[in-house]
């Protein structure tokens, strides 16, 4: 028995499509760049340490592909959290459905960037646990001097 | 490792494999490293209470893994400019996550040499989970 579902989708959600975000403060740092790399199983020491980085030409300790700093969380202060992911959806679960990170530039400890994330697609499916709801966002790091030097994309399946 | 260059690759050729265990250890360092702390990836009682059989590896490590594979490769003179992939199939915790990679194509755009990538993450029955493509720069002769 199929049973057609209501949308979760509002014309307020529909409406954020395509807006930009506030800037998030994202710190590039050197305990930040080591443990990313250590996570991922790295020996290169150009993401260790900063006289093997700069020996090898690089600014300073290298952030490993995929690492573009931690944003900046205060408690009790309001999260910046972007309005792509503050979306009123009914669905409690969530999974990541896939990452693509371009980079322009290559982004050093030391770096603080500025990540604009806006929403740029919904879509409704069924699957396997029932209605999802994929939400693709895009997000923009800009440096100090206001170059993008990365472009995440990602979906979130919530469902 | 000797350097790859430009010049030695051709359409087809795979990349070394990279495999990479991922017990509790490794989710809770990547926990920490990426900043995503969802149980789903630590907390059996969590994973199960969402109707996972078990806790499962990270989207963004196996992302993470398929940059690391192409950084190896491409060495001190290349640099991983974009690796794209999506989540398809879980992988479990305690479960191998091996990481490969064949050349698609070779091109020349703005003075660099790009390689263009199909990259995937195989789990140990070899069923792909997790599929994408990647661009490489590589270092000319």
């Given amino acids: 028995m199929t049973q057609q579902q209501a949308s979760v989708i509002t014309d307020e959600m529909r409406a954020r499509i395509g807006v930009e975000s506030e800037p998030v403060a994202h710190e590039v740092d050197n305990t930040g760049c080591r443990q990313f790399a250590r996570s991922v199983g790295y020996t290169d020491p150009i993401y260790f340490d900063e006289a093997a980085a700069k020996g090898k030409g690089h600014r300073a300790v290298v952030a490993p592909y995929g690492f573009l700093g931690h944003p900046v969380v205060v408690p009790g202060q309001a999260a910046h959290v972007p309005e792509a992911f503050r979306l009123a959806i009914p669905y409690k679960r969530v999974l990541n459905g896939g990452t693509d990170i371009e980079y322009l530039a290559e982004v050093c400890a030391g770096d603080r960037l500025a990540a604009t994330t806006k929403l740029t697609e919904l879509t409704e499916r069924e699957g396997k646990m029932g209605p999802m709801l994929i939400v693709s966002t895009e997000t923009a790091f800009r440096n100090k001097n206001g170059e993008t030097v990365a472009i995440q994309r990602g979906t979130a399946i919530r469902y | ?141």
């Fill in chain 2, 1 to 141: 490792m000797a350097q790859v260059y430009f010049e030695d690759v051709s359409e087809g050729q795979e990349i070394p494999k990279l495999v990479q265990g991922c017990d509790s250890q490794r989710l809770v360092l990547w926990a920490a490293g990426s900043g995503d702390y969802y149980q789903i990836h630590y907390d059996k009682d969590f994973a199960q209470r969402t109707g996972l059989p078990d806790r499962i590896t990270h989207g963004a490590l196996k992302h993470a893994l398929l940059g690391r594979l192409l950084d190896e490769w491409a060495g001190d003179g290349g640099r991983v400019r974009r690796v794209a992939c999506s989540y398809r199939g879980m992988d479990m915790i305690d479960k191998d996550v091996t990481c490969r990679g064949v050349v698609t194509g070779k091109r020349q755009e703005n003075g660099s040499n790009v390689v263009d990538l199909e990259v995937w993450t195989e789990d140990p029955g070899g069923k792909k989970t997790t599929p994408g493509t990647a661009v490489v720069e590589l270092p000319s002769k």
